[in-house]
Each structure stands twice: as structure tokens, then as C-alpha cells.
């Protein structure tokens, strides 16, 4: 499995955008790039997914860097509820299993 | 609103026992997956199953073993509970694509051994 490099942790103020980059510079042409989040005694929870063009969904936006070495989840307004840990993950295309691997991922900490 | 559901939230054994965590969803899903969650290792994938009486190895499926006999029902045994095996315990739910389609995790099962 390709891996991904986040930082540790980010902080950002309640009602502001909040950018998390991710690297994954040895990722192949038929990985795709997912971002789940994981809140506080919760399961994680789905976020975006992409290949190659940026995505919009009602959570976040996702930004793919044009030679798909890096990427960046958008929250567009960050709240306190979005305080989570948030992991970026590689999945390879045509696994049948769909398997997800998990790295350390960023936490993410929102202030008021 | 989907849902995937574990049969316990907690849950404390004694080594040696025999140990069944269930997941049900209700989604009709065709892939589940047992995770394990231990801090500073992350989720790391136990076992998985792309379809009834199938299952694959994870990254760590030694002292595990799973039984999926129902579509909607996929569940993890300990055959020999140890204290290394106190962890929390995720399920998830996904449709098969091999384009990728998100899971759906459970709440989770805290596992104590003792």
C-alpha cells in the first residue's frame, strides 16, 4: 500500500477555513485518495474521496494536486464539531475487498 | 440512515474465554471489515469480507477468526482471549466497486481483557 505523511496536528479558529495537506508522493495512476474522520469515542466517518479533479461534497472540498503527489481537505467553516483526527488514506482500484489502510492521521483541534 | 450496529459497547473478559463480537448492518452490503484500535497504532484491519462464507486476512488476523453466514451479520471470534487483545474493536460496511466506495463504521466494542 502507498503511504501517506500528514502532520501531527493543526489548530484552527472556530468560523475559519482549515486546509489539511497531505502527502503521498509513491502513489500509482489507480490509487484513489479517501479522508475519513474519526470524532471522539466514534467510529470514523466517511468524508470525501477523489482521483484526479478536485471534489465538492457537503462536508469538505477535496484539492488533488496535479501530479497527485499531494493533497488538502478543505473545511470551508470550521466548528467545533469538526474536531477530530482525520486521516487520508490510499485505495487502490479493482481491490475487491475495498480495503482501507490506516496511517496516524492529523488532529485536528478548533477554537473558539 | 444507514447503520451498522455491535453487539456491545464494553465489554470485559477473562483470559481464556472464548470471545464473539457481532456486527449487523443493515444496509445490504456486500463487504464488512473487523478493525482494531489501539493508541498510537491506528486502525488496523483484522479481517474482511466481500461476500456471504467469504473472508480475506487483514494485517493482523492472528488470534482471530470470522464467521459470515448472513449478509447483513459478520462477526469476529477470540478462540483464546489475551490481555493483548484489549483493544477497541471497529466494524464496517461498504458496497463492493472497485472504484471505492466509502465504509461505515460502527460505533465500536471496548474489549478488556483481563
Known amino acids: 500500500d502507498a503511504k501517506t505523511t500528514q502532520p501531527n496536528s493543526m489548530e484552527s479558529n472556530e468560523e475559519e477555513p482549515v486546509h489539511l495537506p497531505c502527502n503521498h508522493s509513491?502513489?500509482?495512476?489507480?490509487?484513489?485518495i479517501h479522508w475519513y474522520r474519526q470524532l471522539p469515542s466514534q467510529g470514523p466517518e466517511y468524508v470525501i474521496h477523489?482521483?484526479?479533479s478536485n471534489v465538492n461534497n457537503r462536508m469538505a472540498s477535496l484539492a488533488i494536486a496535479e501530479d497527485r503527489k499531494s493533497s488538502t481537505l478543505i473545511l470551508h467553516r470550521a466548528t467545533l464539531r469538526d474536531a477530530a483526527v482525520y486521516y487520508c488514506i490510499l485505495r487502490a482500484f479493482g481491490e475487491y475487498g475495498n480495503k482501507l489502510v490506516f496511517g496516524a492521521g492529523t488532529i485536528l483541534r478548533v477554537k473558539s | 440512515d444507514v447503520k451498522v450496529t455491535q453487539s456491545s459497547r464494553y465489554l470485559v473478559k477473562r483470559t481464556g474465554e472464548k470471545v464473539f463480537l457481532e456486527c449487523v448492518q443493515d444496509m445490504d452490503h456486500e463487504n464488512m471489515f473487523w478493525y482494531r484500535q489501539d493508541p498510537g497504532l491506528g486502525l488496523r484491519l483484522i479481517y474482511f469480507?466481500?461476500?456471504?462464507?467469504?473472508?480475506e486476512k487483514g494485517d493482523i488476523p492472528e488470534g482471530y477468526s470470522v464467521s459470515r453466514e448472513k449478509k447483513e451479520r459478520f462477526s469476529l471470534i477470540l478462540e483464546s482471549a489475551s490481555t493483548n487483545q484489549t483493544s477497541m474493536y471497529l466494524c464496517?460496511?461498504?458496497?463492493?466497486?472497485?472504484?471505492?466506495?466509502?465504509?461505515?463504521f460502527g460505533p465500536g466494542t471496548r474489549l478488556t481483557v483481563t
Open positions: 464496517a460496511s461498504s458496497l463492493f466497486s472497485p472504484r471505492g466506495y466509502e465504509q461505515y
Open positions: 469480507s466481500y461476500d456471504v462464507k467469504m473472508k
Open positions: 509513491t502513489i500509482s495512476g489507480t490509487d484513489y
Open positions: 477523489g482521483l484526479t
